[in-house]
């Protein structure tokens, strides 16, 4: 099969999302300039340097409470800062729960049943007993084309690593099995990894 994105796809659901898979979900938190909280999953999400360390992430549509974007987007060209908490297979219910559409002024930390706490080097707060989450000050967002693309990068200030998730010096993945966003409503979970050496090791 062979489709142009411009003609459809003549498929019952979009295929792209399935290709570009498995996707890490960046549970990006922000802040909005009047101290309301906003937590949101994110699959077009990744890291992109590692000197200073980088992230990005991308927000698609609009919310009808926000002028063309969605409340974190928002938030971040309002204040310059977000986190990026990472979701473990435990937290999925929440992190789904934190995806819904509401109204801007509604903490979804408390919707979702999660603990806010602050971050140390920015004004925002972060999932408390996340396996892990990055303090990140915006550097940059980017207008795509298309309606109401935008990516935000930021650099990476602060990182909070939980403790149960080292092992021997290692920020092991399987302790908490993190999730994944796959197509359509799935996802899937890291339970096994296998290592390959490099050429140039």
Same mark, same amino acid.
């Given at each position: ?15 792209? &999302?399935?290709?570009? $898979? +498995? ?14 909280? &906003?937590?949101? +999953? ?24 926000? *002028? &063309?974007?969605? *409340?974190?987007? !928002?938030?971040?060209? /309002? ?20 995806? @819904? $559409?509401? *109204? ?5 930390? !408390?919707?979702?049943?999660? %603990? ?6 920015? &004004?925002? @707060? ?12 915006? %550097?940059?967002?980017? %207008? ?7 990516? @935000? ?13 080292? =092992? *021997? ?5 399987? %302790?908490?099995?993190?999730? !994944? ?10 339970? /096994?990894?296998?290592?390959?050496? =490099?050429?140039?090791?």
């Amino acid at each position: 099969m062979f489709y142009r994105p411009e003609d459809g796809h003549g498929l019952p659901h979009n295929p792209f &999302n399935a290709i570009i $898979t +498995p996707r890490p979900i960046g549970w990006i938190s922000s802040r909005d300039g009047d101290g309301v909280n &906003n937590l949101a +999953p994110y699959s077009f999400f990744n890291g992109v340097a590692y000197f200073p360390p980088q992230v990005m992430f991308a927000s698609t549509g609009v919310k009808e409470d926000q *002028d &063309n974007t969605k *409340d974190s987007m !928002a938030n971040i060209e /309002e204040t310059g800062e977000f986190c990026v908490n990472v979701v473990e297979f435990a937290a999925r219910d929440s992190m789904n729960a934190s995806s @819904a $559409t509401l *109204d801007k002024s509604v903490d979804e930390f !408390a919707h979702a049943g999660l %603990t806010a706490v602050e971050c140390e080097t920015i &004004n925002c @707060a972060r999932i408390e007993g996340a396996p892990a989450a990055l303090e990140c000050k915006l %550097t940059k967002i980017v %207008t795509l084309p298309g309606e109401s693309n935008r990516v @935000a990068f930021g650099e990476v200030t602060g990182i909070h690593l939980r403790d149960d998730c080292l =092992r *021997d010096g290692i920020f092991d993945v399987t %302790t908490y099995r993190p999730l !994944a966003r796959l197509g359509y409503r799935d996802y899937s979970v890291v339970r /096994e990894l296998f290592s390959l050496q =490099r050429p140039d090791d």
